[in-house]
């Protein structure tokens, strides 16, 4: 997908050129004098007497084309609601924004302006607010149409935010930068999850991060079969048994800091490109679904992508193991044990439970970096799903000031986390007859046993595990959010990186 244009300039809307021109409006309020109020003039009272009689209302994600007759430049008028005043947050315009964009690609228009909202949320920046409204546009008109044979719908070229003077411009043009960016890396995310498994293998996973190496200051080692072999990665190897596809080891480094020995950030993604369960067969029930179940490694593909687009002055490395999940002759069954990279033996009760095995493998291997922090993120559990439904990402940690910064960087970014405990007593269910553990701990608090099984591969590294199986596909199509793979923990942990080097 071209993700759109996105500018930013000075001017007045009723005199202001454009296909399509989208005004912003809060529930119960007046219209706004330096945009709305002025158009309505113009146009002879046409919207204040929409708002009046309230056919419109400006209620959160409302919208309403009218057409200008050309009394005014402009030759459409959005209306969109961003809900009561009081209420008002980020999201909100993210979202409104969301549903303007997919209104201008209704009405076939190729470009459209918006008029910069004359009301923000309490606290936020113009920054925030340029960046809340490039992700929203660009996120709301998101598609996946590769595999048709129908030409898609047209797609929106460019957007540009109209302030009312020019002194708003440069922080809204900085806001724009970092929203393109997350939106972009965002985009990338959803093409990989919806290509399906029979073309992003693990191999072409490795092509598209040698393609991302491509970016300044970044760089790609890419650790094969016998590399692994040699270093112990039972774990993941154990994981690739049962799959024709050779699994990869995927290490991305982008040096962005000028500091010399300044400490990276790493990111480890779960990256298991087809799940089927293994000799642990799923249900044949949405399995198609399983090729999202790369999300992980994908979104911290995309972050160093990002990173390095918006030159962030830190170090960065993303860690992708990557393999397939299959039954097969050569298949790991339930009851075998594997040795993980870290030394510690598991006894695979359920092959099912895959992507903490080859996280086990990425999070030891991590540490040999002695990160500032350690992040992993994972289509991990079901229970996630069960416990958070769809609208929070299961956060556990050890390091108190690293989940303060990701719970903000999320409620910033509208990707919000909740945190889950991460209590010793857990460990008993992980407790095995055979091996140090095994990798299931029974019914009773599925995502607290699979985060704190991964607790024990971090060694003392400031940690934070991010479980997204309950974010990362959507069954309906949302505001800026698609039906499939959403892509949600991106814009999360590239909004953590960012508010890092502020």
């Not at 919207?47 to 057409?67: I, P, T």
């Not at 925030?128 to 149409?145: H, P």
């Not at 291997?365 to 922090?373: G, I, K, L, Q, S």
């Amino acid at each position: 997908m071209n993700v759109m244009q996105v500018e930013a300039k000075a001017g007045r809307v009723e005199a202001e050129t454009a296909e399509a021109l989208v005004l912003t409006h809060c529930e119960g309020e007046p219209l706004a004098k330096q945009d709305a109020a002025v158009l309505d003039q113009a146009l002879g009272g046409v919207l204040r007497d929409l708002v009046q009689s309230k056919e419109f209302e400006g209620k959160a994600n409302e919208v309403m084309l009218v057409h200008t007759q050309g009394r005014v430049p402009a030759k459409r008028i959005i209306l969109v609601g961003l809900g009561k005043k009081k209420d008002l947050g980020l999201d909100h315009i993210r979202q409104a924004l969301g549903h303007a964009a997919k209104r201008v690609r209704q009405a076939k228009a190729g470009s459209f302006t918006v008029a910069l909202p004359s009301v923000t949320p309490r606290g936020s920046s113009p920054i925030d607010v340029g960046q809340a409204m490039a992700e929203g546009a660009i996120l709301g008109t998101y598609q996946f149409t590769v595999y048709r044979s129908e030409p898609a719908n047209r797609e929106i070229g460019s957007m540009t935010i109209l302030a009312p003077q020019k002194a708003q411009t440069r922080p809204l043009i900085e806001g724009i930068r970092r929203g393109v960016a997350t939106a972009e890396a965002t985009v990338f995310v959803r093409d990989l999850c919806n290509h399906p498994s029979n073309v992003m293998t693990p191999t072409k996973i490795a092509h598209e991060a040698k393609a991302v190496a491509k970016e300044t200051g970044v760089s790609v080692k890419i650790l094969e079969q016998k590399e692994m072999e040699a270093l112990g990665m039972g774990a993941l190897l154990g994981v690739a048994k049962g799959s024709h596809e050779p699994p990869k080891f995927i290490i991305l480094q982008y040096h962005g800091s000028k500091k010399k020995d300044e400490r990276p950030v790493v990111l480890v993604g779960k990256t298991i490109t087809f799940d089927t369960g293994g000799i642990s067969l799923k249900p044949a029930e949405n399995m198609e679904q399983m090729k999202a179940d790369m999300t992980g490694g994908a979104e911290v593909l995309a972050t160093i992508r990002a990173a390095a687009r918006l030159k962030l002055p830190l170090n960065l490395i993303s860690i992708l193991p990557v393999a397939e999940n299959m039954p097969g002759g050569r298949a790991m069954r339930p009851g075998d044990v594997v040795k993980t990279l870290s030394g510690k033996t598991v006894e695979v009760q359920n092959t099912d439970a895959e992507g903490r095995l080859i996280l086990s493998d990425g999070l030891a291997y991590a540490t040999r970096f002695r990160p500032a922090a350690l992040i992993d993120i994972a289509t991990l559990t079901g229970a996630c799903v069960v416990a958070l439904g769809q609208f929070a990402i299961g956060m556990f940690g050890t390091d108190a000031r690293l989940k303060e910064s990701i719970r903000k960087a999320g409620l910033r970014a509208g990707e919000r986390v909740w945190e889950m405990p991460l209590w010793d007593e857990y460990f008993e269910q992980l407790k095995s007859d055979v091996a140090d553990m095994r990798n299931i701990g029974g019914r009773g608090g599925g995502m607290i046993t699979a985060a704190l099984f991964l607790s024990k591969f971090v060694g003392d590294s400031p940690w934070v595990h991010l479980d997204i199986a309950s974010t990362d596909w959507s069954e309906r199509e949302r505001a800026y959010i698609p039906k499939g793979p959403t892509g949600i923990g991106t814009r999360l942990l590239i909004q953590y990186l960012i508010d890092r080097t502020l």
